[in-house]
């Protein structure tokens, strides 16, 4: 890796170095090209107010000693809009591993977009795929200082992107102090909005990356960090504080592998993510990874995701892999809910936490809600397997809901999947589901849930539960339909449910029932069989067991793969199992013709079919919905050849993957083989595709031009005024663009794609 070694630094000047003249290149809306000796200089360059995009290159000659490079390096405002031209700083071609770094001890930042808008920082040389290995990296090599910074976001930045880099910072030192690695900072009037920090890798300092606001009054808005790995931290790996809103963290790698982390102190928590907003807007925690497998015997407590924030917080299809560490006290999956900060929607729905162990008397906790007064918990289609050994562990949780008398919550908690494992050698507890919400005013709902406790061992004194409700019975009830089991271990101690303190094994359900009536009237005792300890999907004869069988719930309709319900009777637990398909094909082909593409297919026998949902990808892994053709079969029966046929016309530019999802007339489904056509010639801008649609929180849309092209991307409401704008540097060909709508209203919209240099526009609809 080159480094670039700086000879003399005093925060806020300049370098005193030798001159580098032709180090950095300038280019002005893809023309004219001027050398300089510096980053700083050659941004300085820059018009106000720019009619044109600019492009700063840094060649393999800059190393940062020019006496014009101040630092930290100032990208400051130049009077753009959203919507507007755009100033991007790149490695050039071919200049690989690249390292920008403060020489010496400094406090601050190594590169500061202070005030700058529509700037893309992008890590890779000449902007085209590379490896991380290749990227542009920022290095602070300093350890010790909180307010230290590789790139730092400050003074009213929007509309900024930050991509493709190696941020690399010092370990925290042993007070726990260190750098935010990037940090979306403080704003002076209107926050650092709708800013991207995506596809970096992340490493070391105190936090990875950071959004932080001024003080609960000025907030940041929409920043979006996705598809990062972060790693090696000292105390958070992404953490959006008090002062920012509608954020979305998805698709983040967060993960510490056998690292020892520095820091010492009376309590040490490490977290990969954590958010906390005080204000009443929205955030998106979603799809992504966390493995905290450290190796410091000064940690005594982790966290995989930390939710505490006011507003609609929705943590989605995230897997908690590995939290662990050797003498940990108090080890949390997902927590959620604050009761001091404010009222809070908590949808926690489609994730996987496993993995959570310790050596010492750990607290052990899968998912753990204390919500604010007013607020409500929606639980739905998780799995949690807490199968380690955790033998000296004081108590093990699944899911557990607490609160205290003096705050009145709602709680939704259906079709989830809990286990519950390990070998107890102390006195500890454990249990599947426990309630302990003793408010009389609180309304819990609690139904479809499989909760299995293989935990075996410790004393007869204790307690293996499926589920324990310990909560004040005064509340609103609605809890039926789940399915507990306890199975015995060594000392007898096992027990698939607990009611007012009374416990009650596998074979003593009718005592259960009449102490819990009206609620639990359809629950019962019995066990599962699943995959495997960590894979709770269903296997063997679980598939079929008609006493997993629950009740419809208004809303779910589909289970923790995405895999849909059956209607009136869906299978307890987050999966639904997948129904044999009652087609048979023959085969699922394609060809290319001239401006679209044909999809052919033939069924040999159908049985109950609705017919077929045609879906296609760009990249073969995520698919959209484009057609749907029903079956030919009569009441979607045949025993015959059957042939169907169905067009593209708007097929991706590079390849086009298609699928088939073949759809039952009870809901259930099954998908074909996929099926690889490849491009045509690219003649006009596009918009390909857009999914979904009707869009959620985010909108994702494929743009096909002929040559690379700047485009302005406006999102029109129903009167025709454009609510939302952005800009974007497109390649030729396909490009995917996603966009934040988790903040606009529901209702009609559409998106206004315009070629800046060719005036060419293109249009579509969406709805929200």
């Known amino acids: 890796m080159k480094k670039i070694y700086l000879s003399i630094l005093a925060l806020g000047y300049g370098i005193l170095g030798n001159a580098q ?30 009619t044109a995009n600019y ?25 753009l809009l959203p919507g507007g031209p755009i100033i991007t700083l790149r490695p050039a071609a071919g200049n690989n591993n690249k390292v920008i770094q403060r020489p010496v001890a400094a406090s601050g930042a190594v590169l500061q977009i202070n005030g700058g808008d529509n700037i893309i920082i992008d890590g890779r040389p000449g902007g085209i795929a590379s490896t991380a290995t290749n990227y542009l990296t920022f290095s602070d090599a300093f350890v010790g200082d909180n307010n230290n910074r590789n790139i730092e976001l400050l003074n009213d930045a929007n509309n900024n992107t930050i991509q493709y880099i190696n941020a690399t910072a010092a370990d925290a030192n042993a007070a726990g102090a260190g750098s935010r690695n990037i940090l979306v900072g403080s704003g002076i009037l209107t926050g650092n909005n709708n800013n991207i920090i995506q596809n970096c890798v992340v490493t070391g300092g105190a936090r990875g990356i950071q959004d932080f606001g001024l003080s609960n009054i000025v907030m940041n808005t929409g920043t979006i960090i996705k598809n990062n790995t972060v790693q090696n931290f000292g105390a958070i790996g992404i953490f959006a504080g008090s002062s920012q809103t509608n954020i979305t963290i998805q698709g983040n790698t967060v993960s510490a592998v056998n690292y020892n982390v520095l820091v010492t102190g009376t309590t040490v928590t490490v977290v990969g993510i954590q958010q906390q907003s005080l204000a009443a807007g929205s955030s998106n925690i979603l799809n992504n990874t966390i493995s905290l497998a450290i190796t410091s015997s000064t940690v005594t407590s982790i966290i995989g995701i930390s939710d505490g924030g006011v507003g609609t917080e929705n943590i989605t299809g995230n897997t908690i892999a590995t939290l662990t560490a050797p003498s940990v006290l108090a080890i949390t999956g997902i927590s959620a809910g604050n009761a001091s900060n404010g009222v809070a929607t908590i949808n926690v729905s489609s994730n996987k936490v496993m993995g959570l162990s310790s050596l010492a008397g750990a607290d052990i906790r899968g998912m753990s809600f204390f919500p604010y007064l007013g607020s409500t918990v929606n639980v739905n289609n998780n799995f949690v397997s807490l199968t380690q050994a955790n033998a000296t562990a004081t108590n093990i949780f699944g899911i557990l809901f607490g609160n205290t008398t003096a705050t009145a919550y709602t709680s939704n908690t259906y079709f989830n999947t809990v286990r519950i494992g390990g070998a107890n050698t102390g006195t500890g507890n454990s249990y599947g589901i426990l309630r302990n919400d003793n408010n009389a005013t609180s309304i819990y709902n609690q139904k479809n849930n499989l909760v299995i406790n293989d935990r075996t061992g410790g004393t007869p004194s204790i307690g293996n539960f499926g589920f324990y409700n310990n909560g004040n019975n005064a509340a609103t009830l609605a809890i039926d339909y789940n399915t507990y089991y306890g199975t015995a271990g060594t000392a007898g101690n096992a027990y698939a449910g607990s009611w007012a303190s009374t416990k009650y094994d596998n074979t003593a359900l009718a005592s259960y029932k009449a102490a819990a009536a009206p609620q639990e009237a359809n629950s019962n005792f019995v066990t599962a069989s699943f995959v495997s300890a960590t894979d709770l999907h269903l296997t063997g004869l679980s598939l079929t067991d008609v006493l997993l069988k629950g009740i419809a719930i208004a809303g779910i309709t589909t289970d923790i793969d995405g895999e849909t319900r059956i209607g009136g009777t869906p299978t307890k637990g987050a999966d639904e199992p997948t129904v044999s398909v009652p087609v048979t094909f023959l085969h699922f082909t394609g060809e290319a013709k001239k401006d679209y593409n044909v999809l052919l297919w033939s069924t040999l ?4 079919n609705a017919g077929f949902e045609l879906q296609k990808s760009v990249d073969g892994i995520d698919f959209s919905r484009f057609a749907f053709v029903p079956s030919q079969a009569v009441n979607g029966n045949s025993s015959t050849l059957l042939n169907y046929t169905s067009n593209d016309l708007k097929p991706f530019t590079a390849n086009s993957y298609y699928r088939l999802k073949q759809v039952n007339k009870d809901g259930s489904s099954s998908y074909s083989n996929i099926v690889v056509i490849k491009g045509r010639a690219v003649t006009k801008m596009e918009i390909a595709n857009l999914y979904p649609n009707p869009v959620t929180n985010q909108c994702n849309l494929v743009v096909t031009v002929a040559t690379k092209a700047a485009v302005a991307v406006t999102v029109l409401d129903a009167s025709g005024k454009a609510i939302m704008q952005y800009a974007y540097a497109l390649a030729a060909g396909d490009n995917i663009l996603s966009i934040n709508t988790a903040t606009i209203a529901a209702g009609s919209y559409i998106l206004h794609i315009k070629n800046k240099a060719t005036g060419e526009v293109a249009t579509m609809k969406f709805i929200k």
């Open 21 to 50: 003249t032709n180090s950095v290149t300038l280019i002005a809306g893809g023309g004219p090209t001027t050398n300089y000796a510096s980053i700083t200089a050659a941004y300085a360059a820059i018009p106000a107010s720019p």
């Open 55 to 79: 492009l700063i290159e840094i060649k393999a000659a800059y190393n940062g000693t020019d006496a014009s490079e101040v630092y930290p390096i100032q990208l400051t405002s130049k009077g």
């Open 605 to 608: 026998t159908e049985n109950s």
